[in-house]
């Protein structure tokens, strides 16, 4: 097992100008150490590294929640659909991050730290096809905090999509669920 580059990214928690297609042009192509640290050049090492030697390749990014994780896979994903010129799948992107909403809803949970907490991981996998373009993506997740369904720490809460089923208990598609208030259902998961 080879370790490669690490990149630590800070996020600015504003949108900056280093991100846009004209610097993906400046990467692609680019050795390593040639250019600025940057998710680009991660990217452009790992396409490379694929393309080179024909085996699949591996960017972990991992942080803090709130440390820009999900925006950075983004960022990758952006670079491989316009570096392979997958045209018709150039916004990739936007198709896998679309399932976001649904992942958030079952997955995440407010903390003491953060009212959005991520409490899983996501795998993404993209798929090229011989002339290295994107054909497609599939995101997994792992490790959810299975204990969280049946017990909160103090000031915590279940998983969203708890509070949401519940909020929803008088729509009719619901009924046969007898839902009642979270309070009353905070087992619903068992």
Do not use: W
């Given at each position: 097992l080879?370790v ?28 390593m ?5 940057h998710i680009?050049?991660?990217a ?24 820009g ?21 150039a916004?990739?992107e936007d ?34 096809d ?31 999509m708890?509070y ?15 839902l ?11």
């Amino acid at each position: 097992l080879a370790v490669g580059i690490i990149l630590v990214a800070i996020n600015p928690y504003k949108q900056l100008p280093i991100y846009g297609e004209a610097i993906i042009h400046a990467y692609s192509g680019q050795n390593m150490g040639d250019m600025d640290p940057h998710i680009f050049a991660v990217a452009e090492e790992a396409y490379k590294q694929m393309a080179r030697n024909n085996k699949n390749q591996s960017i972990i990014v991992s942080g803090e929640s709130g440390a820009g994780k999900t925006v950075s896979a983004r960022y990758t994903m952006r670079y491989f659909a316009t570096v392979s010129k997958s045209s018709s799948n150039a916004h990739v992107e936007d198709k896998v991050l679309a399932s976001n909403p649904i992942t958030e809803a079952i997955g995440n949970a407010k903390t003491t730290r953060n009212d959005n907490s991520s409490r899983f991981g996501k795998y993404t996998e993209i798929s090229f096809d011989q002339s290295y373009q994107i054909i497609g993506a599939n995101m997994r997740t792992y490790l959810l905090e299975k204990s969280r369904v049946v017990f909160q720490s103090e000031n915590e809460r279940n998983y969203h999509m708890f509070y949401q089923l519940c909020a929803s208990a008088m729509q009719p598609e619901f009924k046969h669920l007898k839902l009642g208030r979270s309070q009353e259902n905070n087992l619903l998961f068992i």
